[in-house]
């Protein structure tokens, strides 16, 4: 097992360096640049945007440094010297800051640095609540809610297949995953913020009040249990069909005991197989409703970060982003093991 984990780790970082290299590739190729006032103008003094460039270092090229290479080599430097120097381009100095556990500048926010945008708190507030805890408590929250929902869903379908029942859920996930989650969105602030009034969605903290993440977080979790309902339903049928069920019940065994220690073990490993993308999209696919609920995450800095061409904030976000994907895959492979020992992570099967 800890060898598996190990070889797992070490595949992340080249996994990482292609995410982050071809988030460069595309972000650059993006017309504009941070120091536009009006992206769409794309029209700023030539001057005060050398200086700016001259100052975070965006005026080095993109990816190697041929020139100054050249320049060290010829004023005797030695080959450490010569290869940094080669190396001195925009793409490698964020990857030698971020080797360093730093993710430098911001563009837009000036003189503050990413890391710091993304884990510092709000004036007055603990050091806990901030952008990236924001985000990940409402992806947790809607995971915790779409389990909640879908697996007994799709559990009861599964077992009372080709009845009203079964019907009945069927409708109600397809109609779930159909509907697109800022719909649903724009739904629950119009019935439950407007017309009812029981939940605020605009101008104050979320950490003040716990029943503001409901509807963000039932909103993400719509789609997700809609999904995990019809994958557990499909997966229940599935091994209802094995022999070892039938052979438990002519055996004599209770049908609840049938039921939880034989059909729900089994029928969970295709939906943890989803939980670990699922949890990653939750956190993720939170862009839109972020700024629909006005939750203060890092969905809704990205979002500004695109917008504004905050290089260095696109790229971290994007770094963590790929990061948290990888992880959770990784936590679906050791889950597999607790739940049919059949199934070895770091072995022979």
């Known amino acids: 097992m800890s060898q598996y984990l190990v070889r797992r780790v070490l595949w992340m970082i080249p996994t990482l360096f292609f995410v982050t290299l071809i988030t460069f590739v595309i ?22 945007q ?42 490698f100095n964020f990857i030698a800051n971020l080797t360093q556990g730093k993710l430098g500048p911001s563009y837009r926010y000036r003189g503050r640095q990413v890391e710091d945008i993304l884990l510092e708190p709000s004036p007055g507030r603990p050091f806990y609540q901030n952008r990236v ?47 697109p989650s800022f719909i649903l969105g724009i739904l629950f602030i119009y019935v439950f913020a407007v017309w009812l009034e029981w939940i605020k969605v605009l101008n104050f903290d979320y950490w003040d009040n716990w029943t503001a993440w409901l509807l963000p977080a039932l909103t993400l979790a719509i789609p997700t249990s809609a999904f995990i309902a019809r994958l557990t339903r499909t997966s229940v049928i599935e091994v209802m069909r094995q022999d070892y069920i039938r052979t438990a019940r002519a055996k004599g065994l209770q049908e609840r005991l049938v039921i939880f220690r034989h059909i729900v073990r089994n029928a969970l490993i295709p939906v943890v197989t989803y939980l670990g993308p699922a949890l990653a999209g939750l956190v993720t696919g939170s862009f839109i409703i972020e700024q629909q609920f006005s939750v203060n ?31 959770a895959n990784l936590g679906v492979d050791i889950v597999y093991g607790f739940l049919d020992p059949r199934i070895k992570v770091g072995g022979k099967g």
């Not at 972000?27 to 700023?44: C, E």
């Not at 270092?57 to 080669?86: R, S």
């Not at 869903?153 to 079964?166: E, R, S």
Request: avoid cysteine; hydrophobic fraction near 45%; aromatic fraction near 12%.
């Open 297 to 327: 995450g890092i969905g809704v800095l990205f979002v500004e970060s695109i917008n504004r061409r905050d290089y260095g904030v696109i790229l971290s976000l994007t770094l963590f982003y790929a990061f948290l994907v990888a992880f």
């Open 133 to 179: 805890v924001t985000t990940f408590v409402l992806g947790l929250l809607a995971m915790s809610m779409a389990l909640a929902i879908g697996f007994p869903l799709g559990l009861i379908a599964g077992l009372k297949q080709n009845t009203p029942v079964d019907n009945v859920s069927l409708l109600v996930a397809t109609i779930g995953y159909g509907i």
């Open 50 to 91: 050398a200086a700016l460039n001259r100052q975070f270092g965006l005026d080095k090229p993109l990816y190697f440094n041929p020139d100054k290479a050249e320049k060290v080599a010829a004023e005797g430097g030695n080959p450490i010297q010569i290869t940094q120097a080669f190396f001195d381009g925009q793409y």
């Open 27 to 48: 972000m650059r190729s993006t017309p504009g640049g941070p120091w536009d006032t009006n992206p769409d103008s794309r029209q700023n003094d030539p001057r005060i």
